[in-house]
């Protein structure tokens, strides 16, 4: 079987340094984008390419350099790959670099290329051997011919170009060439790339965090174009080479931000970092008693005119949006719909010039959701992206973005980009609110009061670390944990299962805890872990006491009941086998504290099971495929 390959993380550097250490550092940053595999590929200083791989981690790929001789990597320019494949076996055969037959061009690639049978079948036509079974193989095939003869024979620029023009699908490419040392070409389509550039050195990559240790200026990338480095420069170009203008951005974070900074995983310090990323994600949104949004091409008016919201996201950012409904539609009166952005556009969803879709990504680059834009845009609606990485497709492609700011997450599982998703849906929320008049501006300012709060209420809970941590241990032996809520505590729900699904590889479930009594009563059996969100007493009485209602249900059928509630709720206390308090803050807020615990849960009970959080089996941070 052919093997197609999806999410990567790539890295590319020409300079004065040993290209060797620059790439491993970089590709070390980028592990989190895929850890199926690693390769890397640089001059030999024999008119040659150095190259190799190996299957699973980084650390595989260190390991057979390290018994290596030496003299074949001391290049100054260079490039590595880490890799998440998806179809065929992640070996060291499949692993990139992939080279042509005389071992010239070298290729790596991050995204799939759509039409690669039908090139495959045309380049062993003409006798060309593969030695692999990837698509990529086909783009250094390709590359090395075009290169050989024809109009582009001995430019590596053009021949990328004359290459890019051919490939469909979405693709991210570098390449290098044994007869054009000290450059490297990339071609970009739908797939993440991004320049940095040094004093006499430039970098491409996946995500800057492989570069911000060597410098903050970088240059994004548009689609269909491609750029080519060299020590002194980089020029940008589109896929028929006439040049273009590329806009040019400082990173606003710098190394520390990407680093573990004592903590065993990134997770643990993402975890930790959430009222920075509150604070973050709030800066600079509320200006002269309004909210503001980063980019804003579409009018007041066009605000105003919104008559119906979709949020469409996936995963964590999914049950982000879940929320966004419940603020949109109290302080809006728009009706909102929240979908799974891998559904939104094969069902034909009702969409218009007075629609807004709310694309909420933390890398976006998330295929699913991007489609749904795209989708979106060609039925005349606006689109307002909310996304956490500067410059990436989805705000690329939006109308209006609002960034969230909350810095680098390595660790797969999104921690504190689900809290700042939460408080930018609001902010959202708010901004539309305003643009509507269906709030006051003394009304939006309270409002945005509470959530500037928040950061300070988030270090409170994370007070509670220690004993989720204690709990999370004696919790690790279990079959199934299950997790309940009502209003906004349900999207909480989801997201505290969807955390230990998919760090513990263990069975969770969220529900709203009124649909117990409709089918998932019937899982509850002795000492089963039941985590309850509880409403606040004071804001929902209501709902308070009909949750009490449920702990009852399930206590009585055995369940052992995890109860995390507000400070101070006496009534809840009873029926708690164990209680962890968050702070009282106002209703639509508390998401914001008490998915806290249920992180630090999720955490601590694959660790105690032995897995490593940063990088969950069979994942990816971005998903850039559908
Ligand atoms: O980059 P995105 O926010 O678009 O990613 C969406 C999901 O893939 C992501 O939230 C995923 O569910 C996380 N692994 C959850 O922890």
Redesign the pocket.
């Known amino acids: 079987m052919a093997t197609l390959t999806r999410v990567c993380g790539i890295v590319g550097y020409v300079g004065h340094r040993q290209a060797l250490d620059v790439v491993l550092d970089g590709l070390r940053r980028l592990e989190y984008r895929g850890y199926d595999s690693a390769g890397v590929a640089m001059l030999d200083g024999a008119g040659g390419l150095a190259v190799e791989r190996a299957a699973g981690a980084l650390s595989n790929l260190e390991g057979k350099l390290a018994g290596q001789d030496g003299s074949r990597f001391t290049a100054t320019s260079g490039m590595g790959h880490t890799r998440w494949a998806t179809h065929g076996a992640p070996t060291d055969r499949n692993a990139h670099p992939h080279r042509d037959a005389a071992g010239k061009v070298a290729v790596v690639h991050n995204g799939i290329i759509e039409n690669f049978a039908a090139l495959r079948a045309e380049l062993e036509t003409s006798g060309v051997e593969m030695a692999s079974e990837t698509d990529t193989e086909t783009a250094a095939h390709l590359v090395a011919a075009a290169y050989a003869s024809g109009p582009t024979a001995g430019e590596l620029t053009a021949s990328v170009c004359a290459v890019a023009r051919r490939l469909e699908g979405a693709f991210t490419l570098l390449v290098t060439h044994a007869d054009e040392p000290d450059k490297i070409v990339a071609a970009r389509r739908s797939s993440p790339l991004v320049v940095g550039v040094g004093d006499g050195e430039n970098f491409l990559a996946s995500d800057v965090a492989a570069f911000i240790e060597h410098t903050r200026d970088a240059v994004e990338l548009g689609q269909d174009q491609v750029v080519t480095i060299d020590r002194g420069g980089y020029r940008v170009t589109d896929f028929d080479g006439a040049e273009v203008q590329a806009k040019p951005f400082t990173v606003d974070w710098d190394l520390s931000a990407a680093e573990k900074g004592g903590h065993d995983y990134f997770m643990l310090k993402e975890i930790e970092e959430q009222p920075e990323a509150l604070e973050n994600t709030l800066r600079g949104h509320f200006v002269n008693g309004g909210i503001v949004l980063d980019e804003q091409r579409m009018t007041e008016q066009d605000l105003r005119d919104i008559d119906k919201v979709f949020v469409v ?6 049950h982000s949006g879940l929320l966004a409904k419940y603020a949109i539609e109290h302080w809006c009166r728009i009706p909102v719909e929240v979908e799974l ?1 891998s559904e939104f556009r094969y069902r034909d969803p009702v969409l218009g010039r007075d629609t807004l879709v709310v694309a ?7 295929a ?2 991007l489609e749904a834009v795209r989708h979106a845009r060609t039925q005349r609606a606006r689109v307002l992206a909310i996304c ?2 500067n410059g990436a497709q ?1 705000p690329r492609e939006s109308d209006a973005v609002l960034y969230t700011h909350a810095g680098p997450e390595i660790g ?4 504190k ?2 809290l700042a ?1 939460i408080t930018a849906n609001y902010l959202v929320g708010l901004a539309l609110a305003q643009a509507r008049g269906t709030k006051y501006s003394d009304e939006v300012a309270r409002e945005f009061e509470e959530l500037a709060a928040m950061p300070q209420a988030v270090r409170q809970t994370l007070s509670t670390v220690d004993q989720v941590r204690t709990l999370g241990r004696e919790l690790a032996d279990s079959k199934a944990v299950l997790f309940l809520g009502r209003h906004v505590g349900y999207p909480v729900a989801l997201e505290g299962a ?2 230990l699904k ?1 760090l513990a590889y263990m069975h969770a479930e969220g529900f709203a805890a009124g649909e117990l009594k409709h089918g998932p009563i019937a899982l509850i059996e002795d000492r089963l872990p039941v985590v309850v969100v509880m409403p606040s007493a004071k804001g929902r009485a209501l709902l308070h006491s009909k949750m009490l209602s449920n702990i009852r249900e399930i206590q009585a059928r055995g369940a052992r009941t995890v109860v995390i509630a507000e400070e101070g709720d006496e009534a809840v206390r009873p029926f708690a086998d164990e209680l962890i308090e968050i702070p009282a803050v106002a209703t639509l807020l508390q998401p914001l504290v008490s998915t806290v615990p249920l992180q630090v849960l999720a955490a601590e009970i694959a660790r105690a099971r032995g897995y490593d959080v940063d990088k ?1 089996r069979n ?1 990816a ?3 850039t495929v559908e």
Not at 313 to 318: D, F, I, V
Not at 360 to 366: K, L, R
Not at 412 to 415: L, M, P, R, S
Request: with cysteine.
């Open positions: 996201a996936c995963g964590t950012a999914y952005a909420i990504s933390q890398s976006g680059e998330t699913d959701t956490n990485t989805i797969v599982a999104a921690t980009t689900f998703q969807l955390k998919e969950p994942l941070k971005s998903v």
